[in-house]
């Protein structure tokens, strides 16, 4: 078990996971009853940091963007293949990763299917520390697009993938870049939400509601039900909405144009 999940060199390790949790997630923690009755984020207390713009203050370093892209890499080589699988993306040939980080799902997605081409869109920091340390230059059917996906027009794609995406944001906001998906895509085309579900009668799973909490603590979003993003999705024009459970720990949601 520990050969498998915590010697660093693990293809399924978890030390990155690990290391960020106790190391930048649990001192937000620290402050959870403040989070609970402020219903706000707490980087100020926790590192001193406004988080007004929530990615620059967990950005605060070149080192710690590092460790948390780590930490986004680390789940996908546990249970990516499932999300990428849960629906046949094969129709969908020419794929924007939005906030694809180190791009893990996007290797996942070329290696299930071979016809398509999948771009990391992300803040260009990040884009460029995802070309020169997670994505191997052989990949080319990967590409890279630096940009803002809140500032900037999307280019357009068949398919959008927003893979723990929404979870950061408010309702308005996941509206506002949903829109902008809705708008980019090609006719047919869509977008594939991850996020890890909580049960429409808010009654479990235990993990997802802890996940809730540490969005909390640690952005300005929450985890939600299928409905409720079925409620976001048909707000940004979408009408065709297929919701997987997969059983594992993200679920993933097709919503078509
Ligand atoms: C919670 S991470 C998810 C990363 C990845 N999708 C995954 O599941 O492993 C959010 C990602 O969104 C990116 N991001 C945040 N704000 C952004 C923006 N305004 N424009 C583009 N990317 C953004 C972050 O840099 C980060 O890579």
Not at 196 to 208: I, Q, R, W, Y
Not at 247 to 252: A, N
Request: hydrophobic share 35%; aromatic share 10%.
């Amino acid at each position: 078990m520990s050969t498998v999940f915590l010697i660093e060199s693990s293809p399924k390790s978890l030390y990155h996971s690990i290391q960020y949790s106790s190391r930048t997630i649990y001192l937000c923690w620290h402050h959870l009853t403040d989070a609970i009755r402020e219903g706000t984020n707490q980087y100020e207390k926790a590192f001193g940091r406004n988080s007004k713009d929530l990615f620059q203050a967990l950005y605060r370093s070149d080192e710690e963007m590092v460790k948390f892209m780590h930490l986004m890499n680390s789940i996908w080589n546990i249970c990516g293949r499932d999300v990428i699988t849960a629906f046949d993306l094969s129709p969908f040939r020419s794929i924007y990763d939005l906030g694809g980080c180190s791009g893990a799902l996007a290797k996942h997605c070329v290696s299930v299917y071979p016809e398509s081409s999948v771009t990391i869109f992300d803040l260009p920091k990040v884009v460029k520390t995802s070309r020169e340390h997670f994505v191997s230059q052989r990949d080319d059917r990967i590409h890279f697009y630096e940009g803002d996906f809140f500032k900037d027009a999307l280019p357009p794609a068949d398919l959008y993938i927003l893979a723990r995406i929404l979870h950061d944001w408010t309702d308005q906001r996941c509206v506002e870049l949903l829109r902008k998906g809705y708008q980019s895509c090609t006719p047919g085309g869509g977008v594939l939400l991850v996020e890890a579900l909580l049960h429409e009668d808010n009654s479990g799973p235990l993990t997802v509601q802890l996940y809730s909490l540490n969005m909390l603590v640690q952005t300005e979003g929450r985890e939600r039900k299928g409905s409720e993003y079925s409620g976001l999705l048909a707000a940004a024009g979408f009408t065709c909405v297929h919701i997987h459970r997969t059983g594992k720990i993200y679920d993933v949601i097709l919503a078509r144009k």
